[in-house]
């Protein structure tokens, strides 16, 4: 389990870090993005429960928490970010701007969850 949680972590920074860059070239080339950027979104979303659900078991099966900071990148700080982003969102009167929030906000949670990703390697 713990190498699941592991390659879980790998896989949510990198979409993170993607859904950004994604994002950004969107943005300077004033575009809209295609479909599949929300699909990733909310893949990432997903995944990011997904990963709580397994951080919680390998905790229910006696593996220590590297940090609370571990938890706190991970989860809570991500979690407010998108709430956030969520809610700012949907208050704009132009839809198309929507994506432009949500890549602040995929720029935010890449280097939260990389922070998260290195306490739980042991990196300073």
Known sequence: MPSIHKFIGFAIVAGWGMLFLWGTAVWVRHREPAALF???????????????????????????????????????????????????????????DAHKIFTVASFVVFGLTLRALTTGLGLP
């Not at 078991?57 to 991500?78: E, I, K």
């Not at 969102?89 to 132009?94: F, H, Q, T, V």
């Open 38 to 96: 929300w699909r990733l979104l909310a893949v990432l979303q997903v995944l990011m429960g997904v990963q709580l659900v397994a951080g919680v078991v390998l905790l229910a099966t006696g593996h220590r928490l590297p940090s609370l900071l571990h938890l706190g990148y991970g989860v809570v700080f991500p979690v407010i970010a998108l709430v956030v982003a969520h809610v700012l969102a949907r208050s704009l009167e132009d839809e198309f």
